[in-house]
């Protein structure tokens, strides 16, 4: 079915460039988007238009890092040090995912507040329990969330008995996951956790398992200096850390890499020419002291540049707060090097179409792809004095938005969240 | 009436320690603090006591700089650099105010908005207007904030003819003000906004003025470098900024100076002798890269320190996410130059204590003291691994909490917000 929505529209085709259609149209088949227009073409006068009147048409967010299974522990611990954070919370809150129960009861929870944000697609990391993640796909499918999941693959310096895999384990429980994936919106995704946690021998089956199934591979790279030295004498013939991925095959094209903190420049470069996505975790960079990331040097090289809220790092989970969060970061490191700040188009382009294209999307609102968007009314925001445009609409909701401004969630044609029925 | 409380309490008596009381108890006489036990005592156990269940009581918050008029472009202008900013949104914004009805309108909307999320004494600029000045002091007491309120004084570098005044214009409308000013629970406090913004004839009369009637100072101090060198050149016979209100009697006890981001270690020694109080202004010092405050270097000097939303500079009203503000830029400063980070407890003690203080409270939930608390409900939060603690939670709470956790708000004694009527 055809149809036609009128409103404030504001999507990012660009990095640097917001397109704004001030009482506009876009026009829809059976939720694919064939087109944004100011005016209405002729051929679609006489199709049945919904009016959203003052509302905002905006992109739905995408998140592309996070971690499933810290969503029970978000904003505790941010006091500890990297090492007893993972100790005291991370590894122990993981381990209760061998309990499918109350993985359902978690993931549930979290795929609701992940739609009533905004956020229709993701790339995450699940725990290492292959029954969970299923649970975890399952959750996010019936909520309306798509994207990549991933069962953690880890074989050592976890927790021995209670949160670590042998490799033989670790790729057969892999193996049995990837049958059981068949969900319709939901994928599977390779996911060592990191090279501290992956035996070579365990790198070495994960390349050739993304190589033979063509899976993509989702990781860790360059996020803490100590971090960086562990890797370093982990794999003494590796000069740098991404060659620990590169060794066994798994530095490929859209290849994820959250953090990127530190990579240096000949990193950076090959990350460029590998086709390797970087994601930039502002608020957990900040939080667990890992550095603050220098994503206008990666933008300005080349680098594909992503956004994730990294649960539980980060403790933000709405992505309006997470592009805020990298637009301060940016603006840290101005007042560090004069570098230049991401600005309000920058910060929303990187929290929707940069990680939408990851899945095949085209720029903003694309001709041909499933819509994936909000639908938001602010009119309970105070009084400016004098009218506000879209653009000054679009910058206060990145700042202040909550779920209940957010009217109607569209995820890949489909309207997954309504407020108004 | 006596009453007792039971609950989860949790306050901060002092900067880096918690009192927590697990199912404790405190006791009230017509909304003034008898005392808190973790084991109730024997005179008290015939009084009629109210049973919070799980829930959590907390101080409730003080905020103490923020400019009342901004409140209508929150989160808007983020990317303009200060001179345009102001311009372009602050003066324009802060002119409507002329207009009364508009600002009963945006002032009631903002006191609301304030006690939603448990901020009840506040230290607040309003602008130069008489009138609306009044109505922001009526919406506040109305709404159940307490605390200081300045009729802002400027008569340089405004827009002139539409937001400045003349030297005596701006103390006969002082004069004038503080005539109307006779509010129960909100007091008038003298506001030159800056010294860029108050010839030498008006800074001296704020001067006698402060001190004849005894009144207390609000101000900014060393935010950017920029207005510090144009300071420079407005007072040559000044070395440091804080020179130029200490040559006219405002460098005083209990005056509150915002940011203090740039000031010198001399500058920093005259803050502590004089008993002037800085107030940490975490979120507007990056939003418009100001720099980041060395709150660390502050505290251990003794310098009196509290937190600020700093509306619109600031983009966050609520002061849990101001106090998670302030613990973020603590770590942006560990990142730079390794200095110890805020903890939670300090947070907390900096965001409640530390400001209440100010008004005459004492420590903590202080016998004697008026009560000024939040009764908060976490139990839609996600569940965690184990059982939390109330110092986890109170962790989570201020990472994490919405207008909706908060069920219960007192203020100077009286219940102002009920959620749960």
Not at 134 to 150: F, I, Q
Not at 359 to 388: I, N, T, Y
Request: glycine residues 8%; charged residues 20%.
């Amino acid at each position: 079915m055809k149809e036609v929505w009128k409103g404030n529209i504001v999507h990012a085709p660009r990095l640097k460039e917001l397109e704004v259609l001030e009482g506009g149209y876009l026009v829809l088949e059976d939720g694919i988007i064939c087109g944004v227009y100011q005016n209405l073409p002729e051929e679609y006068r006489d199709l049945p238009c919904r009016d959203h009147g003052n509302r905002l048409i905006l992109q739905s967010f995408a998140d592309m890092h996070l971690h499933a299974p810290q969503y029970p522990m978000l904003g505790m611990g941010m006091d500890l040090p990297l090492l007893d954070w993972l100790q005291t919370y991370t590894f122990v809150t993981e381990a209760r995912f061998a309990d499918t129960e109350y993985a359902r009861n978690v993931y549930s929870a979290l795929a609701r507040e992940l739609i009533d944000n905004g956020t229709t697609r993701v790339c995450m990391f699940s725990s290492l329990h292959t029954d969970a993640t299923w649970v975890l796909m399952e959750e996010l499918e019936k909520a309306g969330v798509t994207g990549y999941v991933g069962k953690v693959n880890m074989d050592r310096n976890g927790l021995p008995g209670v949160l670590q895999e042998t490799a033989e384990e670790s790729v057969s429980e892999t193996l049995r996951w990837l049958e059981g994936c068949h969900f319709q919106h939901i994928k599977p995704i390779l996911t060592p956790r990191f090279t501290p946690s992956c035996s070579d021998a365990l790198m070495a089956a994960l390349g050739d398992l993304a190589r033979e199934r063509g899976l993509y591979v989702q990781s860790h790279l360059s996020e803490n200096t100590g971090e960086i030295q562990l890797v370093g004498q982990l794999h003494p013939d590796c000069r740098e850390y991404w060659e620990t991925y590169e060794k066994y095959g798994l530095w490929k094209d859209h290849t994820l890499m959250a953090h990127c903190v530190h990579s240096s420049p000949r990193e950076r470069q090959a990350m460029k020419d590998a086709g390797v996505v970087a994601v930039h975790c502002a608020d957990s960079n900040v939080n667990i002291c890992s550095g603050i990331c220098q994503v206008r040097q990666l933008l300005d090289e080349g680098v594909w540049v992503v956004l994730g809220s990294d649960i539980a790092g980060g403790a933000q989970l709405p992505m309006n707060q997470v592009i805020t969060a990298s637009i301060r970061a940016s603006k840290t490191r101005r007042i560090m090097d004069g570098s230049d700040f991401l600005t309000v188009a920058e910060g929303y382009y990187l929290g929707t179409t940069a990680g939408h294209r990851y899945f095949g999307a085209g720029a903003g609102f694309a001709p041909g792809d499933a819509l994936h968007a909000l639908v938001v009314d602010d009119s309970d925001m105070p009084q400016a004095a004098a009218e506000l445009n879209p653009v000054q609409r679009l910058e206060r909701l990145l700042y202040r938005m909550q779920p209940h401004h957010i009217r109607e969630v569209w995820s890949q044609g489909r309207c997954v969240h309504s407020r108004d029925e």
